[in-house]
């Protein structure tokens, strides 16, 4: 059973933005923190951004000030919000959820092992 689905990936230019969407179930949204992961070909998933129950959020550097994170609580959904995209920001991005928001503060600079995930979006940024 599908419980995350993303959506909003695609292929743009470097300086361009993109809104990537975690539509998830009820569920899961009122009782989990969400996070954004990415991993690109022949490297570890990592951490982008994170966001509790409540609204307090946490970047990885490499996309403070660039990307922002928020939910939506009427549409059960998560977003990421990219600007300024750099090349190296391409790759497969993950949406995820956790019951324990220590559990998902820690995903940004640690092992991701959340309870969650979605299958994933590609973004592609060109140069």
């Known amino acids: 059973q599908v419980q995350l689905v993303e959506s909003g990936g695609g292929s743009v230019q470097a300086g361009g933005s993109l809104r990537l969407s975690c539509a998830a179930s009820g569920y899961i949204y009122s009782r989990n923190c969400f996070g954004w992961f990415r991993q690109a070909p022949g490297r570890e998933r990592e951490g982008v951004a994170v966001i509790s129950l409540g609204g307090d959020t946490s970047y990885a550097d490499s996309v403070k000030g660039r990307f922002t994170i928020s939910r939506d609580n009427t549409k059960n959904t998560v977003y990421l919000r990219m600007n300024s995209l750099k090349p190296e920001d391409t790759a497969m991005y993950y949406c995820?959820?956790?019951?324990?928001?220590?559990?998902?503060?820690?995903?940004?600079?640690?092992?991701?092992?959340?309870?969650?995930w979605g299958q994933g979006t590609q973004v592609t940024v060109s140069s």
């Open positions: 995820a959820a956790h019951s324990s928001w220590r559990q998902c503060s820690r995903s940004l600079s640690g092992l991701p092992d959340l309870d969650y």
